[in-house]
């Protein structure tokens, strides 16, 4: 009898082992796939086909499987709360306001946000943008020098070398594009002159002085640290309908019609436009071109205002 209710007992313990055996397999599978995250998405479905046979033991473990096992529908229902949530994410990415849609362009090459005042002379901080404005207003530092000169692959209206072949590398890529285009429509363009060193304006323009006086020669030439020459970011272009000769008759020549069409579709505008003397303080040039990149080239064009205009809409536009 003793050894038979010992046999019993023995038995009982082993039958207890077992459910603590498979208690604790249900509590640490339960808490690992918690951890884990397998009750979100997809991977629940089979861990909650499992929980049910487990579960049976009526065990507490089921508990956290209970509420993922409202189940499939769970499963699906989590699926568009997610997409609920990236979509609220998203337009609260949106929603913080925004100054007033300054184009990607703009935003660093503001006038107001790029001068300094150096002694008596308004000197731009950012003469090495694409976007820089240099006007009578707005000096380049004497000593700016771009860093990315280069000659660009287009015919000139004189041979041999000369430091005025010379654009800033993405200018002179554009320029050789727009007088590729150019040249497929029968409109032969000629460079004349380009990068002009602070030095060399500050000669001319003592020369042009000497000649004419200062105040005429305020009007067609420009100061040294003034010109947009010394951007590298421009070129004087011309065509044989008027001898390669920089004069205001371009603009009603074949080539300088092609330029004022087209030009900004290379990202370049004319920069002294006819009848905005006031405004750039230079007489009309229909051969001088400025790259300014096709973006803000393209928005220059389409608003038909100048490049000091076209900012001041932007700079109000800021400040609403
Ligand atoms: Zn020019």
Redesign the pocket.
């Known amino acids: 009898m003793a050894y038979e209710y010992k046999w019993i007992k023995g038995r009982e313990i082993v039958k207890m082992g077992k459910w603590l055996l498979l208690l604790l397999i249900v509590v640490v599978g339960g808490v690992a796939a918690y951890q884990y995250g397998w009750f979100g998405g997809d991977r629940d479905a089979p861990s909650a086909a499992t929980q049910p046979a487990t579960g049976g033991a009526g065990t507490p473990a089921s508990s956290p499987s209970s509420s993922s096992s409202d189940q499939p529908s769970a499963g699906a229902s989590a699926k568009p709360a997610d997409d609920v949530q990236a979509s609220a994410s998203a337009d609260g990415q949106d929603s913080p306001d925004d100054p007033a849609a300054l184009p990607a362009w703009a935003v660093d090459n503001l006038p107001g946000d790029t001068i300094e005042t150096k002694g008596e002379i308004a000197v731009v901080t950012n003469p090495a943008s694409v976007h820089v404005l240099v006007n009578k207003k707005r000096n380049l530092p004497s000593d700016y020098i771009p860093e990315d000169l280069v000659v660009p692959d287009v015919p000139f209206s004189f041979s041999g070398d000369s430091p005025k072949k010379q654009m800033r590398k993405e200018a002179a890529a554009a320029l050789e594009d727009l007088v590729a285009a150019a040249k497929q429509d029968g409109v032969t363009l000629k460079a004349v ?1 380009g990068y002009r060193s602070y030095k060399t304006q500050q000669s001319l323009f003592d020369s042009y002085a000497k000649k004419d006086g200062i105040e005429a020669a305020n009007r067609y030439s420009a100061h040294p640290g003034q010109s ?2 010394q951007t590298g970011l ?1 070129m ?1 272009i011309s065509g044989a309908s008027v001898n390669y000769q920089l004069t205001a008759d371009l603009g009603k020549a074949k080539e300088g019609i092609w330029l004022a069409e087209h030009a900004a579709e290379y990202g370049f505008i004319i920069r002294y436009p006819e009848g905005k003397e006031d405004i750039t303080g230079y007489t009309y ?1 229909p ?2 071109i400025r790259y300014i990149g096709a973006d803000a080239a393209e928005a220059v064009y389409e608003s038909k205002l100048t490049f000091e205009q076209y900012f001041e809409t932007l700079e109000v536009g800021a400040k609403r």
Do not use: A, F, K, V
Request: proline share 0%; charged share 40%.
């Open positions: 002159s947009e020459h421009t004087d040039e051969w001088h």
